[in-house]
């Protein structure tokens, strides 16, 4: 199986709590400066898009198996760079 070119973002109608759940946990394993004031994807500042960067950056690091996308139930596998403007979507820490 190719695993090349694989991103994990949060799964559209995810709840707020759900989001915030998310970005805690990966938060406590990978660097988040990415989405804090001054990190290149700190805007916009929605949960959405926190959440989505940060299960990337868990995904990547944690050795891209699909169950480290499963945020129970909360995360998608993505086979399009989910990058925008200078927010680059890590692949393969
Ligand atoms: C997280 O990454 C930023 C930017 O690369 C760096 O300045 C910071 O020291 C890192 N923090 C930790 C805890 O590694």
């Known amino acids: 199986m ?3 070119g694989v991103w994990c973002i949060a799964r559209p109608s995810t709840s707020d709590q759900a989001l ?3 970005i805690n946990y990966a938060c406590g394993i990978v660097n988040c400066s990415l989405i804090q004031p001054g990190g290149s994807c700190f805007y916009p500042t929605s949960l959405m898009n926190h959440a989505s960067v940060v299960m990337n950056l868990y995904y990547q690091k944690a050795g891209r198996h699909y169950w480290n996308c499963d ?3 909360s995360g998608l596998t993505v086979v399009t760079d989910p990058s925008y403007g200078d ?7």
């Not at 927010?87 to 820490?93: G, H, T």
């Open 2 to 4: 190719n695993l090349q």
């Open 20 to 22: 915030t759940d998310n």
């Open 87 to 93: 927010c680059k979507y890590q692949y393969a820490l």
């Open 71 to 73: 945020f129970k139930n």
